[in-house]
C-alpha cells in the first residue's frame, strides 16, 4: 500500500513539489491549504489532514465533508 506521508516527505525533501504546482495540488489539504500531514480519507473520496478534518467536525454540529458536504458517522 501507497504511504501518502512517505512520498509528501520523500518529495519535499526534494523539491519536487516546489517546482510542479500541480503536483503540490495533488498532496493539499483543502482545509489549512498546505503539503497533508498525517492524511486521511473521507467515505466521498477527498483527503485532508488529521488535524484539520478533526477540527474541522469538532467546530460542527455534523460530520460532513468540507468539500462536498456530504455526511458520514465516521468521525477520526
Same mark, same amino acid.
Given at each position: /500500500? ?5 512520498? +509528501?516527505? @520523500? %518529495?519535499?525533501s ?5 517546482? %510542479?504546482?500541480?503536483? #503540490? /495540488? %495533488?498532496?493539499? +489539504? %483543502?482545509? +489549512? ?10 467515505? +466521498?473520496?477527498?483527503n485532508?489532514?488529521?488535524? !484539520?478534518?478533526? *477540527?474541522?467536525?469538532? @467546530? @460542527? @454540529?455534523? !460530520?460532513? !465533508?468540507?468539500v462536498? #458536504? *456530504? *455526511?458520514?458517522?465516521? #468521525?477520526?
Amino acid at each position: /500500500m501507497l504511504d501518502l506521508h512517505a512520498v +509528501c516527505v @520523500s %518529495s519535499i525533501s526534494h523539491g519536487f513539489l516546489q517546482q %510542479s504546482p500541480g503536483l #503540490k /495540488m %495533488s498532496f493539499q +489539504c %483543502s482545509i +489549512c491549504l498546505d503539503v497533508f500531514t498525517d492524511p486521511v480519507t473521507t467515505p +466521498c473520496g477527498h483527503n485532508f489532514c488529521m488535524v !484539520c478534518l478533526r *477540527e474541522f467536525w469538532n @467546530s @460542527s @454540529s455534523h !460530520c460532513q !465533508c468540507p468539500v462536498c #458536504k *456530504e *455526511e458520514t458517522a465516521y #468521525k477520526w
